[in-house]
């Protein structure tokens, strides 16, 4: 098979084409023929460039934090896929032989190792790669392969922050971040179409709050030609919002979005890529009762609901470029010339 090999950190081309043997499913595994998998700014291009501090890759590797596509073979003891079924899988995962009923949410049966394909095991940065049966989702009909593999990628995670973190209810007022962002994108239409909560989006420049719009949110605002908590109390008739969902930590907008939290409001993050430092006004933390919550990750018990979700066309993904697997240094350039470049899936079947 063809696959993407890296052998030492450094600039994009360090990411080689190269033809190696079919990988082979062990006990509990299943051999998958990759049809789509992301490009992600932290996981793959600052994994590459070894900026990545606490993420070590063992080398040669072959990089992919996800993969969707079709069952090729299957392992000694897998009953729960057959050859043709549409899958998809991402993320932490068994490095060893575990039960092929086994999930990150009980941890029985198996108390191996974990890890993130494209990290700690081969990922799906190839024509082929095997994966444990457990970790493996079923991809329904109308979904592609490359909206698969980004639901997997985003949808969890913003799925956990807004429903089991953050306890958004149908009828609150929500505040999304980074709205023409991967996690705010898919926050905003998560919090519209499937909480039916009422949505505020914000955004650095008219075109990405649009975007927001354009995807259900109710009201979007450019943080940067509007002063934002001004503008969210208006919206909301000085109430404030209920949940503040960030993942960014940008010093400059997030206390003004603070300020926008109402009454038992609720801030949620998984990330802090534009800080990590900001300033926060504790008078109207404990005036207001506000409680701030990080939490990276996701349960996988939700990851069906967002694959059905996005069946149902609630959640609609945005790619800005599908390219061949052999173009993954070019990803990474795309990337790395363009801070806002939407999402790029590989896809070694073009
Ligand atoms: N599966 C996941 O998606 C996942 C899981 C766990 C953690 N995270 C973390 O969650 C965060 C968001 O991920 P993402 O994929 O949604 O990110 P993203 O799409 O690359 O960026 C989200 C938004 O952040 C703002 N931004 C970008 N670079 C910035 C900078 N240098 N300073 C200030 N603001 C900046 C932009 O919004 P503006 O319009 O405001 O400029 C952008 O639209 C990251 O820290 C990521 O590591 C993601």
Redesign the pocket.
């Known amino acids: 098979m063809k696959a993407i090999v890296v052998h030492e950190y450094g600039p994009p081309d360090v990411l080689k084409y190269e033809t190696l043997p079919d990988p082979e499913p062990g006990a509990g595994e299943i051999r998958v023929v990759v049809h789509a998998a992301t490009v992600?700014?932290?996981l793959d291009v600052a994994l590459r460039a070894g900026t990545q501090a606490h993420r070590k890759p063992a080398f040669p590797f072959i990089p992919g934090v996800d993969c969707a596509g079709i069952v090729d073979k299957v392992g000694p003891g897998v009953t729960r896929w057959k050859i043709g079924d549409r899958v998809a899988a991402a993320g932490r995962m068994p490095l060893a032989s575990a039960p092929e009923d086994w999930t990150l949410d009980s941890r029985d049966g198996y108390s191996g190792a974990t890890g993130m394909m494209g990290i700690k095991r081969p990922g799906g940065f190839a024509e082929k790669v095997c994966v444990p049966a457990c970790a493996a989702f079923r991809v329904p009909e109308p979904v592609s392969f490359a909206e698969a593999a980004v639901i997997l990628?985003?949808c969890?995670?913003?799925w956990n922050l807004l429903f089991n973190v953050a306890g958004l209810k149908a009828g609150e007022w929500v505040l999304i971040?980074?709205?023409?962002?991967?996690?705010?994108s898919i926050g905003v239409q998560i919090a519209k179409h499937v909480a039916d909560a009422k949505v505020i989006a914000?955004?650095?420049?008219d075109s990405?709050a649009q975007s927001a719009l354009a995807l259900g949110a109710d009201h979007a605002v450019n943080?940067n030609t509007h002063d934002l908590r001004d503008e969210v109390m208006r919206i909301t008739g000085g109430k404030g919002v209920a949940v503040l969902y960030d993942?960014?930590a940008?010093p400059d907008?997030l206390p003004k979005a603070f300020h926008a939290l109402g009454e038992r409001g609720r801030l949620v993050t998984?990330?802090?890529?534009?800080g990590p430092n900001v300033m926060i006004d504790f008078f109207h933390l404990y005036d207001r009762k506000i409680t701030i919550k990080g939490q990276?990750?996701y349960k996988p018990s939700d990851v069906p609901k967002c694959l059905e979700a996005a069946a149902e066309g609630k959640i609609k993904v945005q790619i800005a470029h599908q390219l061949p697997l052999k173009q993954a240094a070019d990803a990474h350039r795309m990337m790395e010339a363009d801070?806002?470049m939407g999402k790029i899936v590989l896809s070694p079947t073009l």
């Open positions: 992600n700014r932290v990628r985003h969890p995670t913003a971040m980074g709205a023409g962002g991967n996690l705010g914000t955004a650095g420049s990405r943080y993942n960014i940008n907008v998984a990330g802090a890529h534009g990276p990750g801070p806002g």
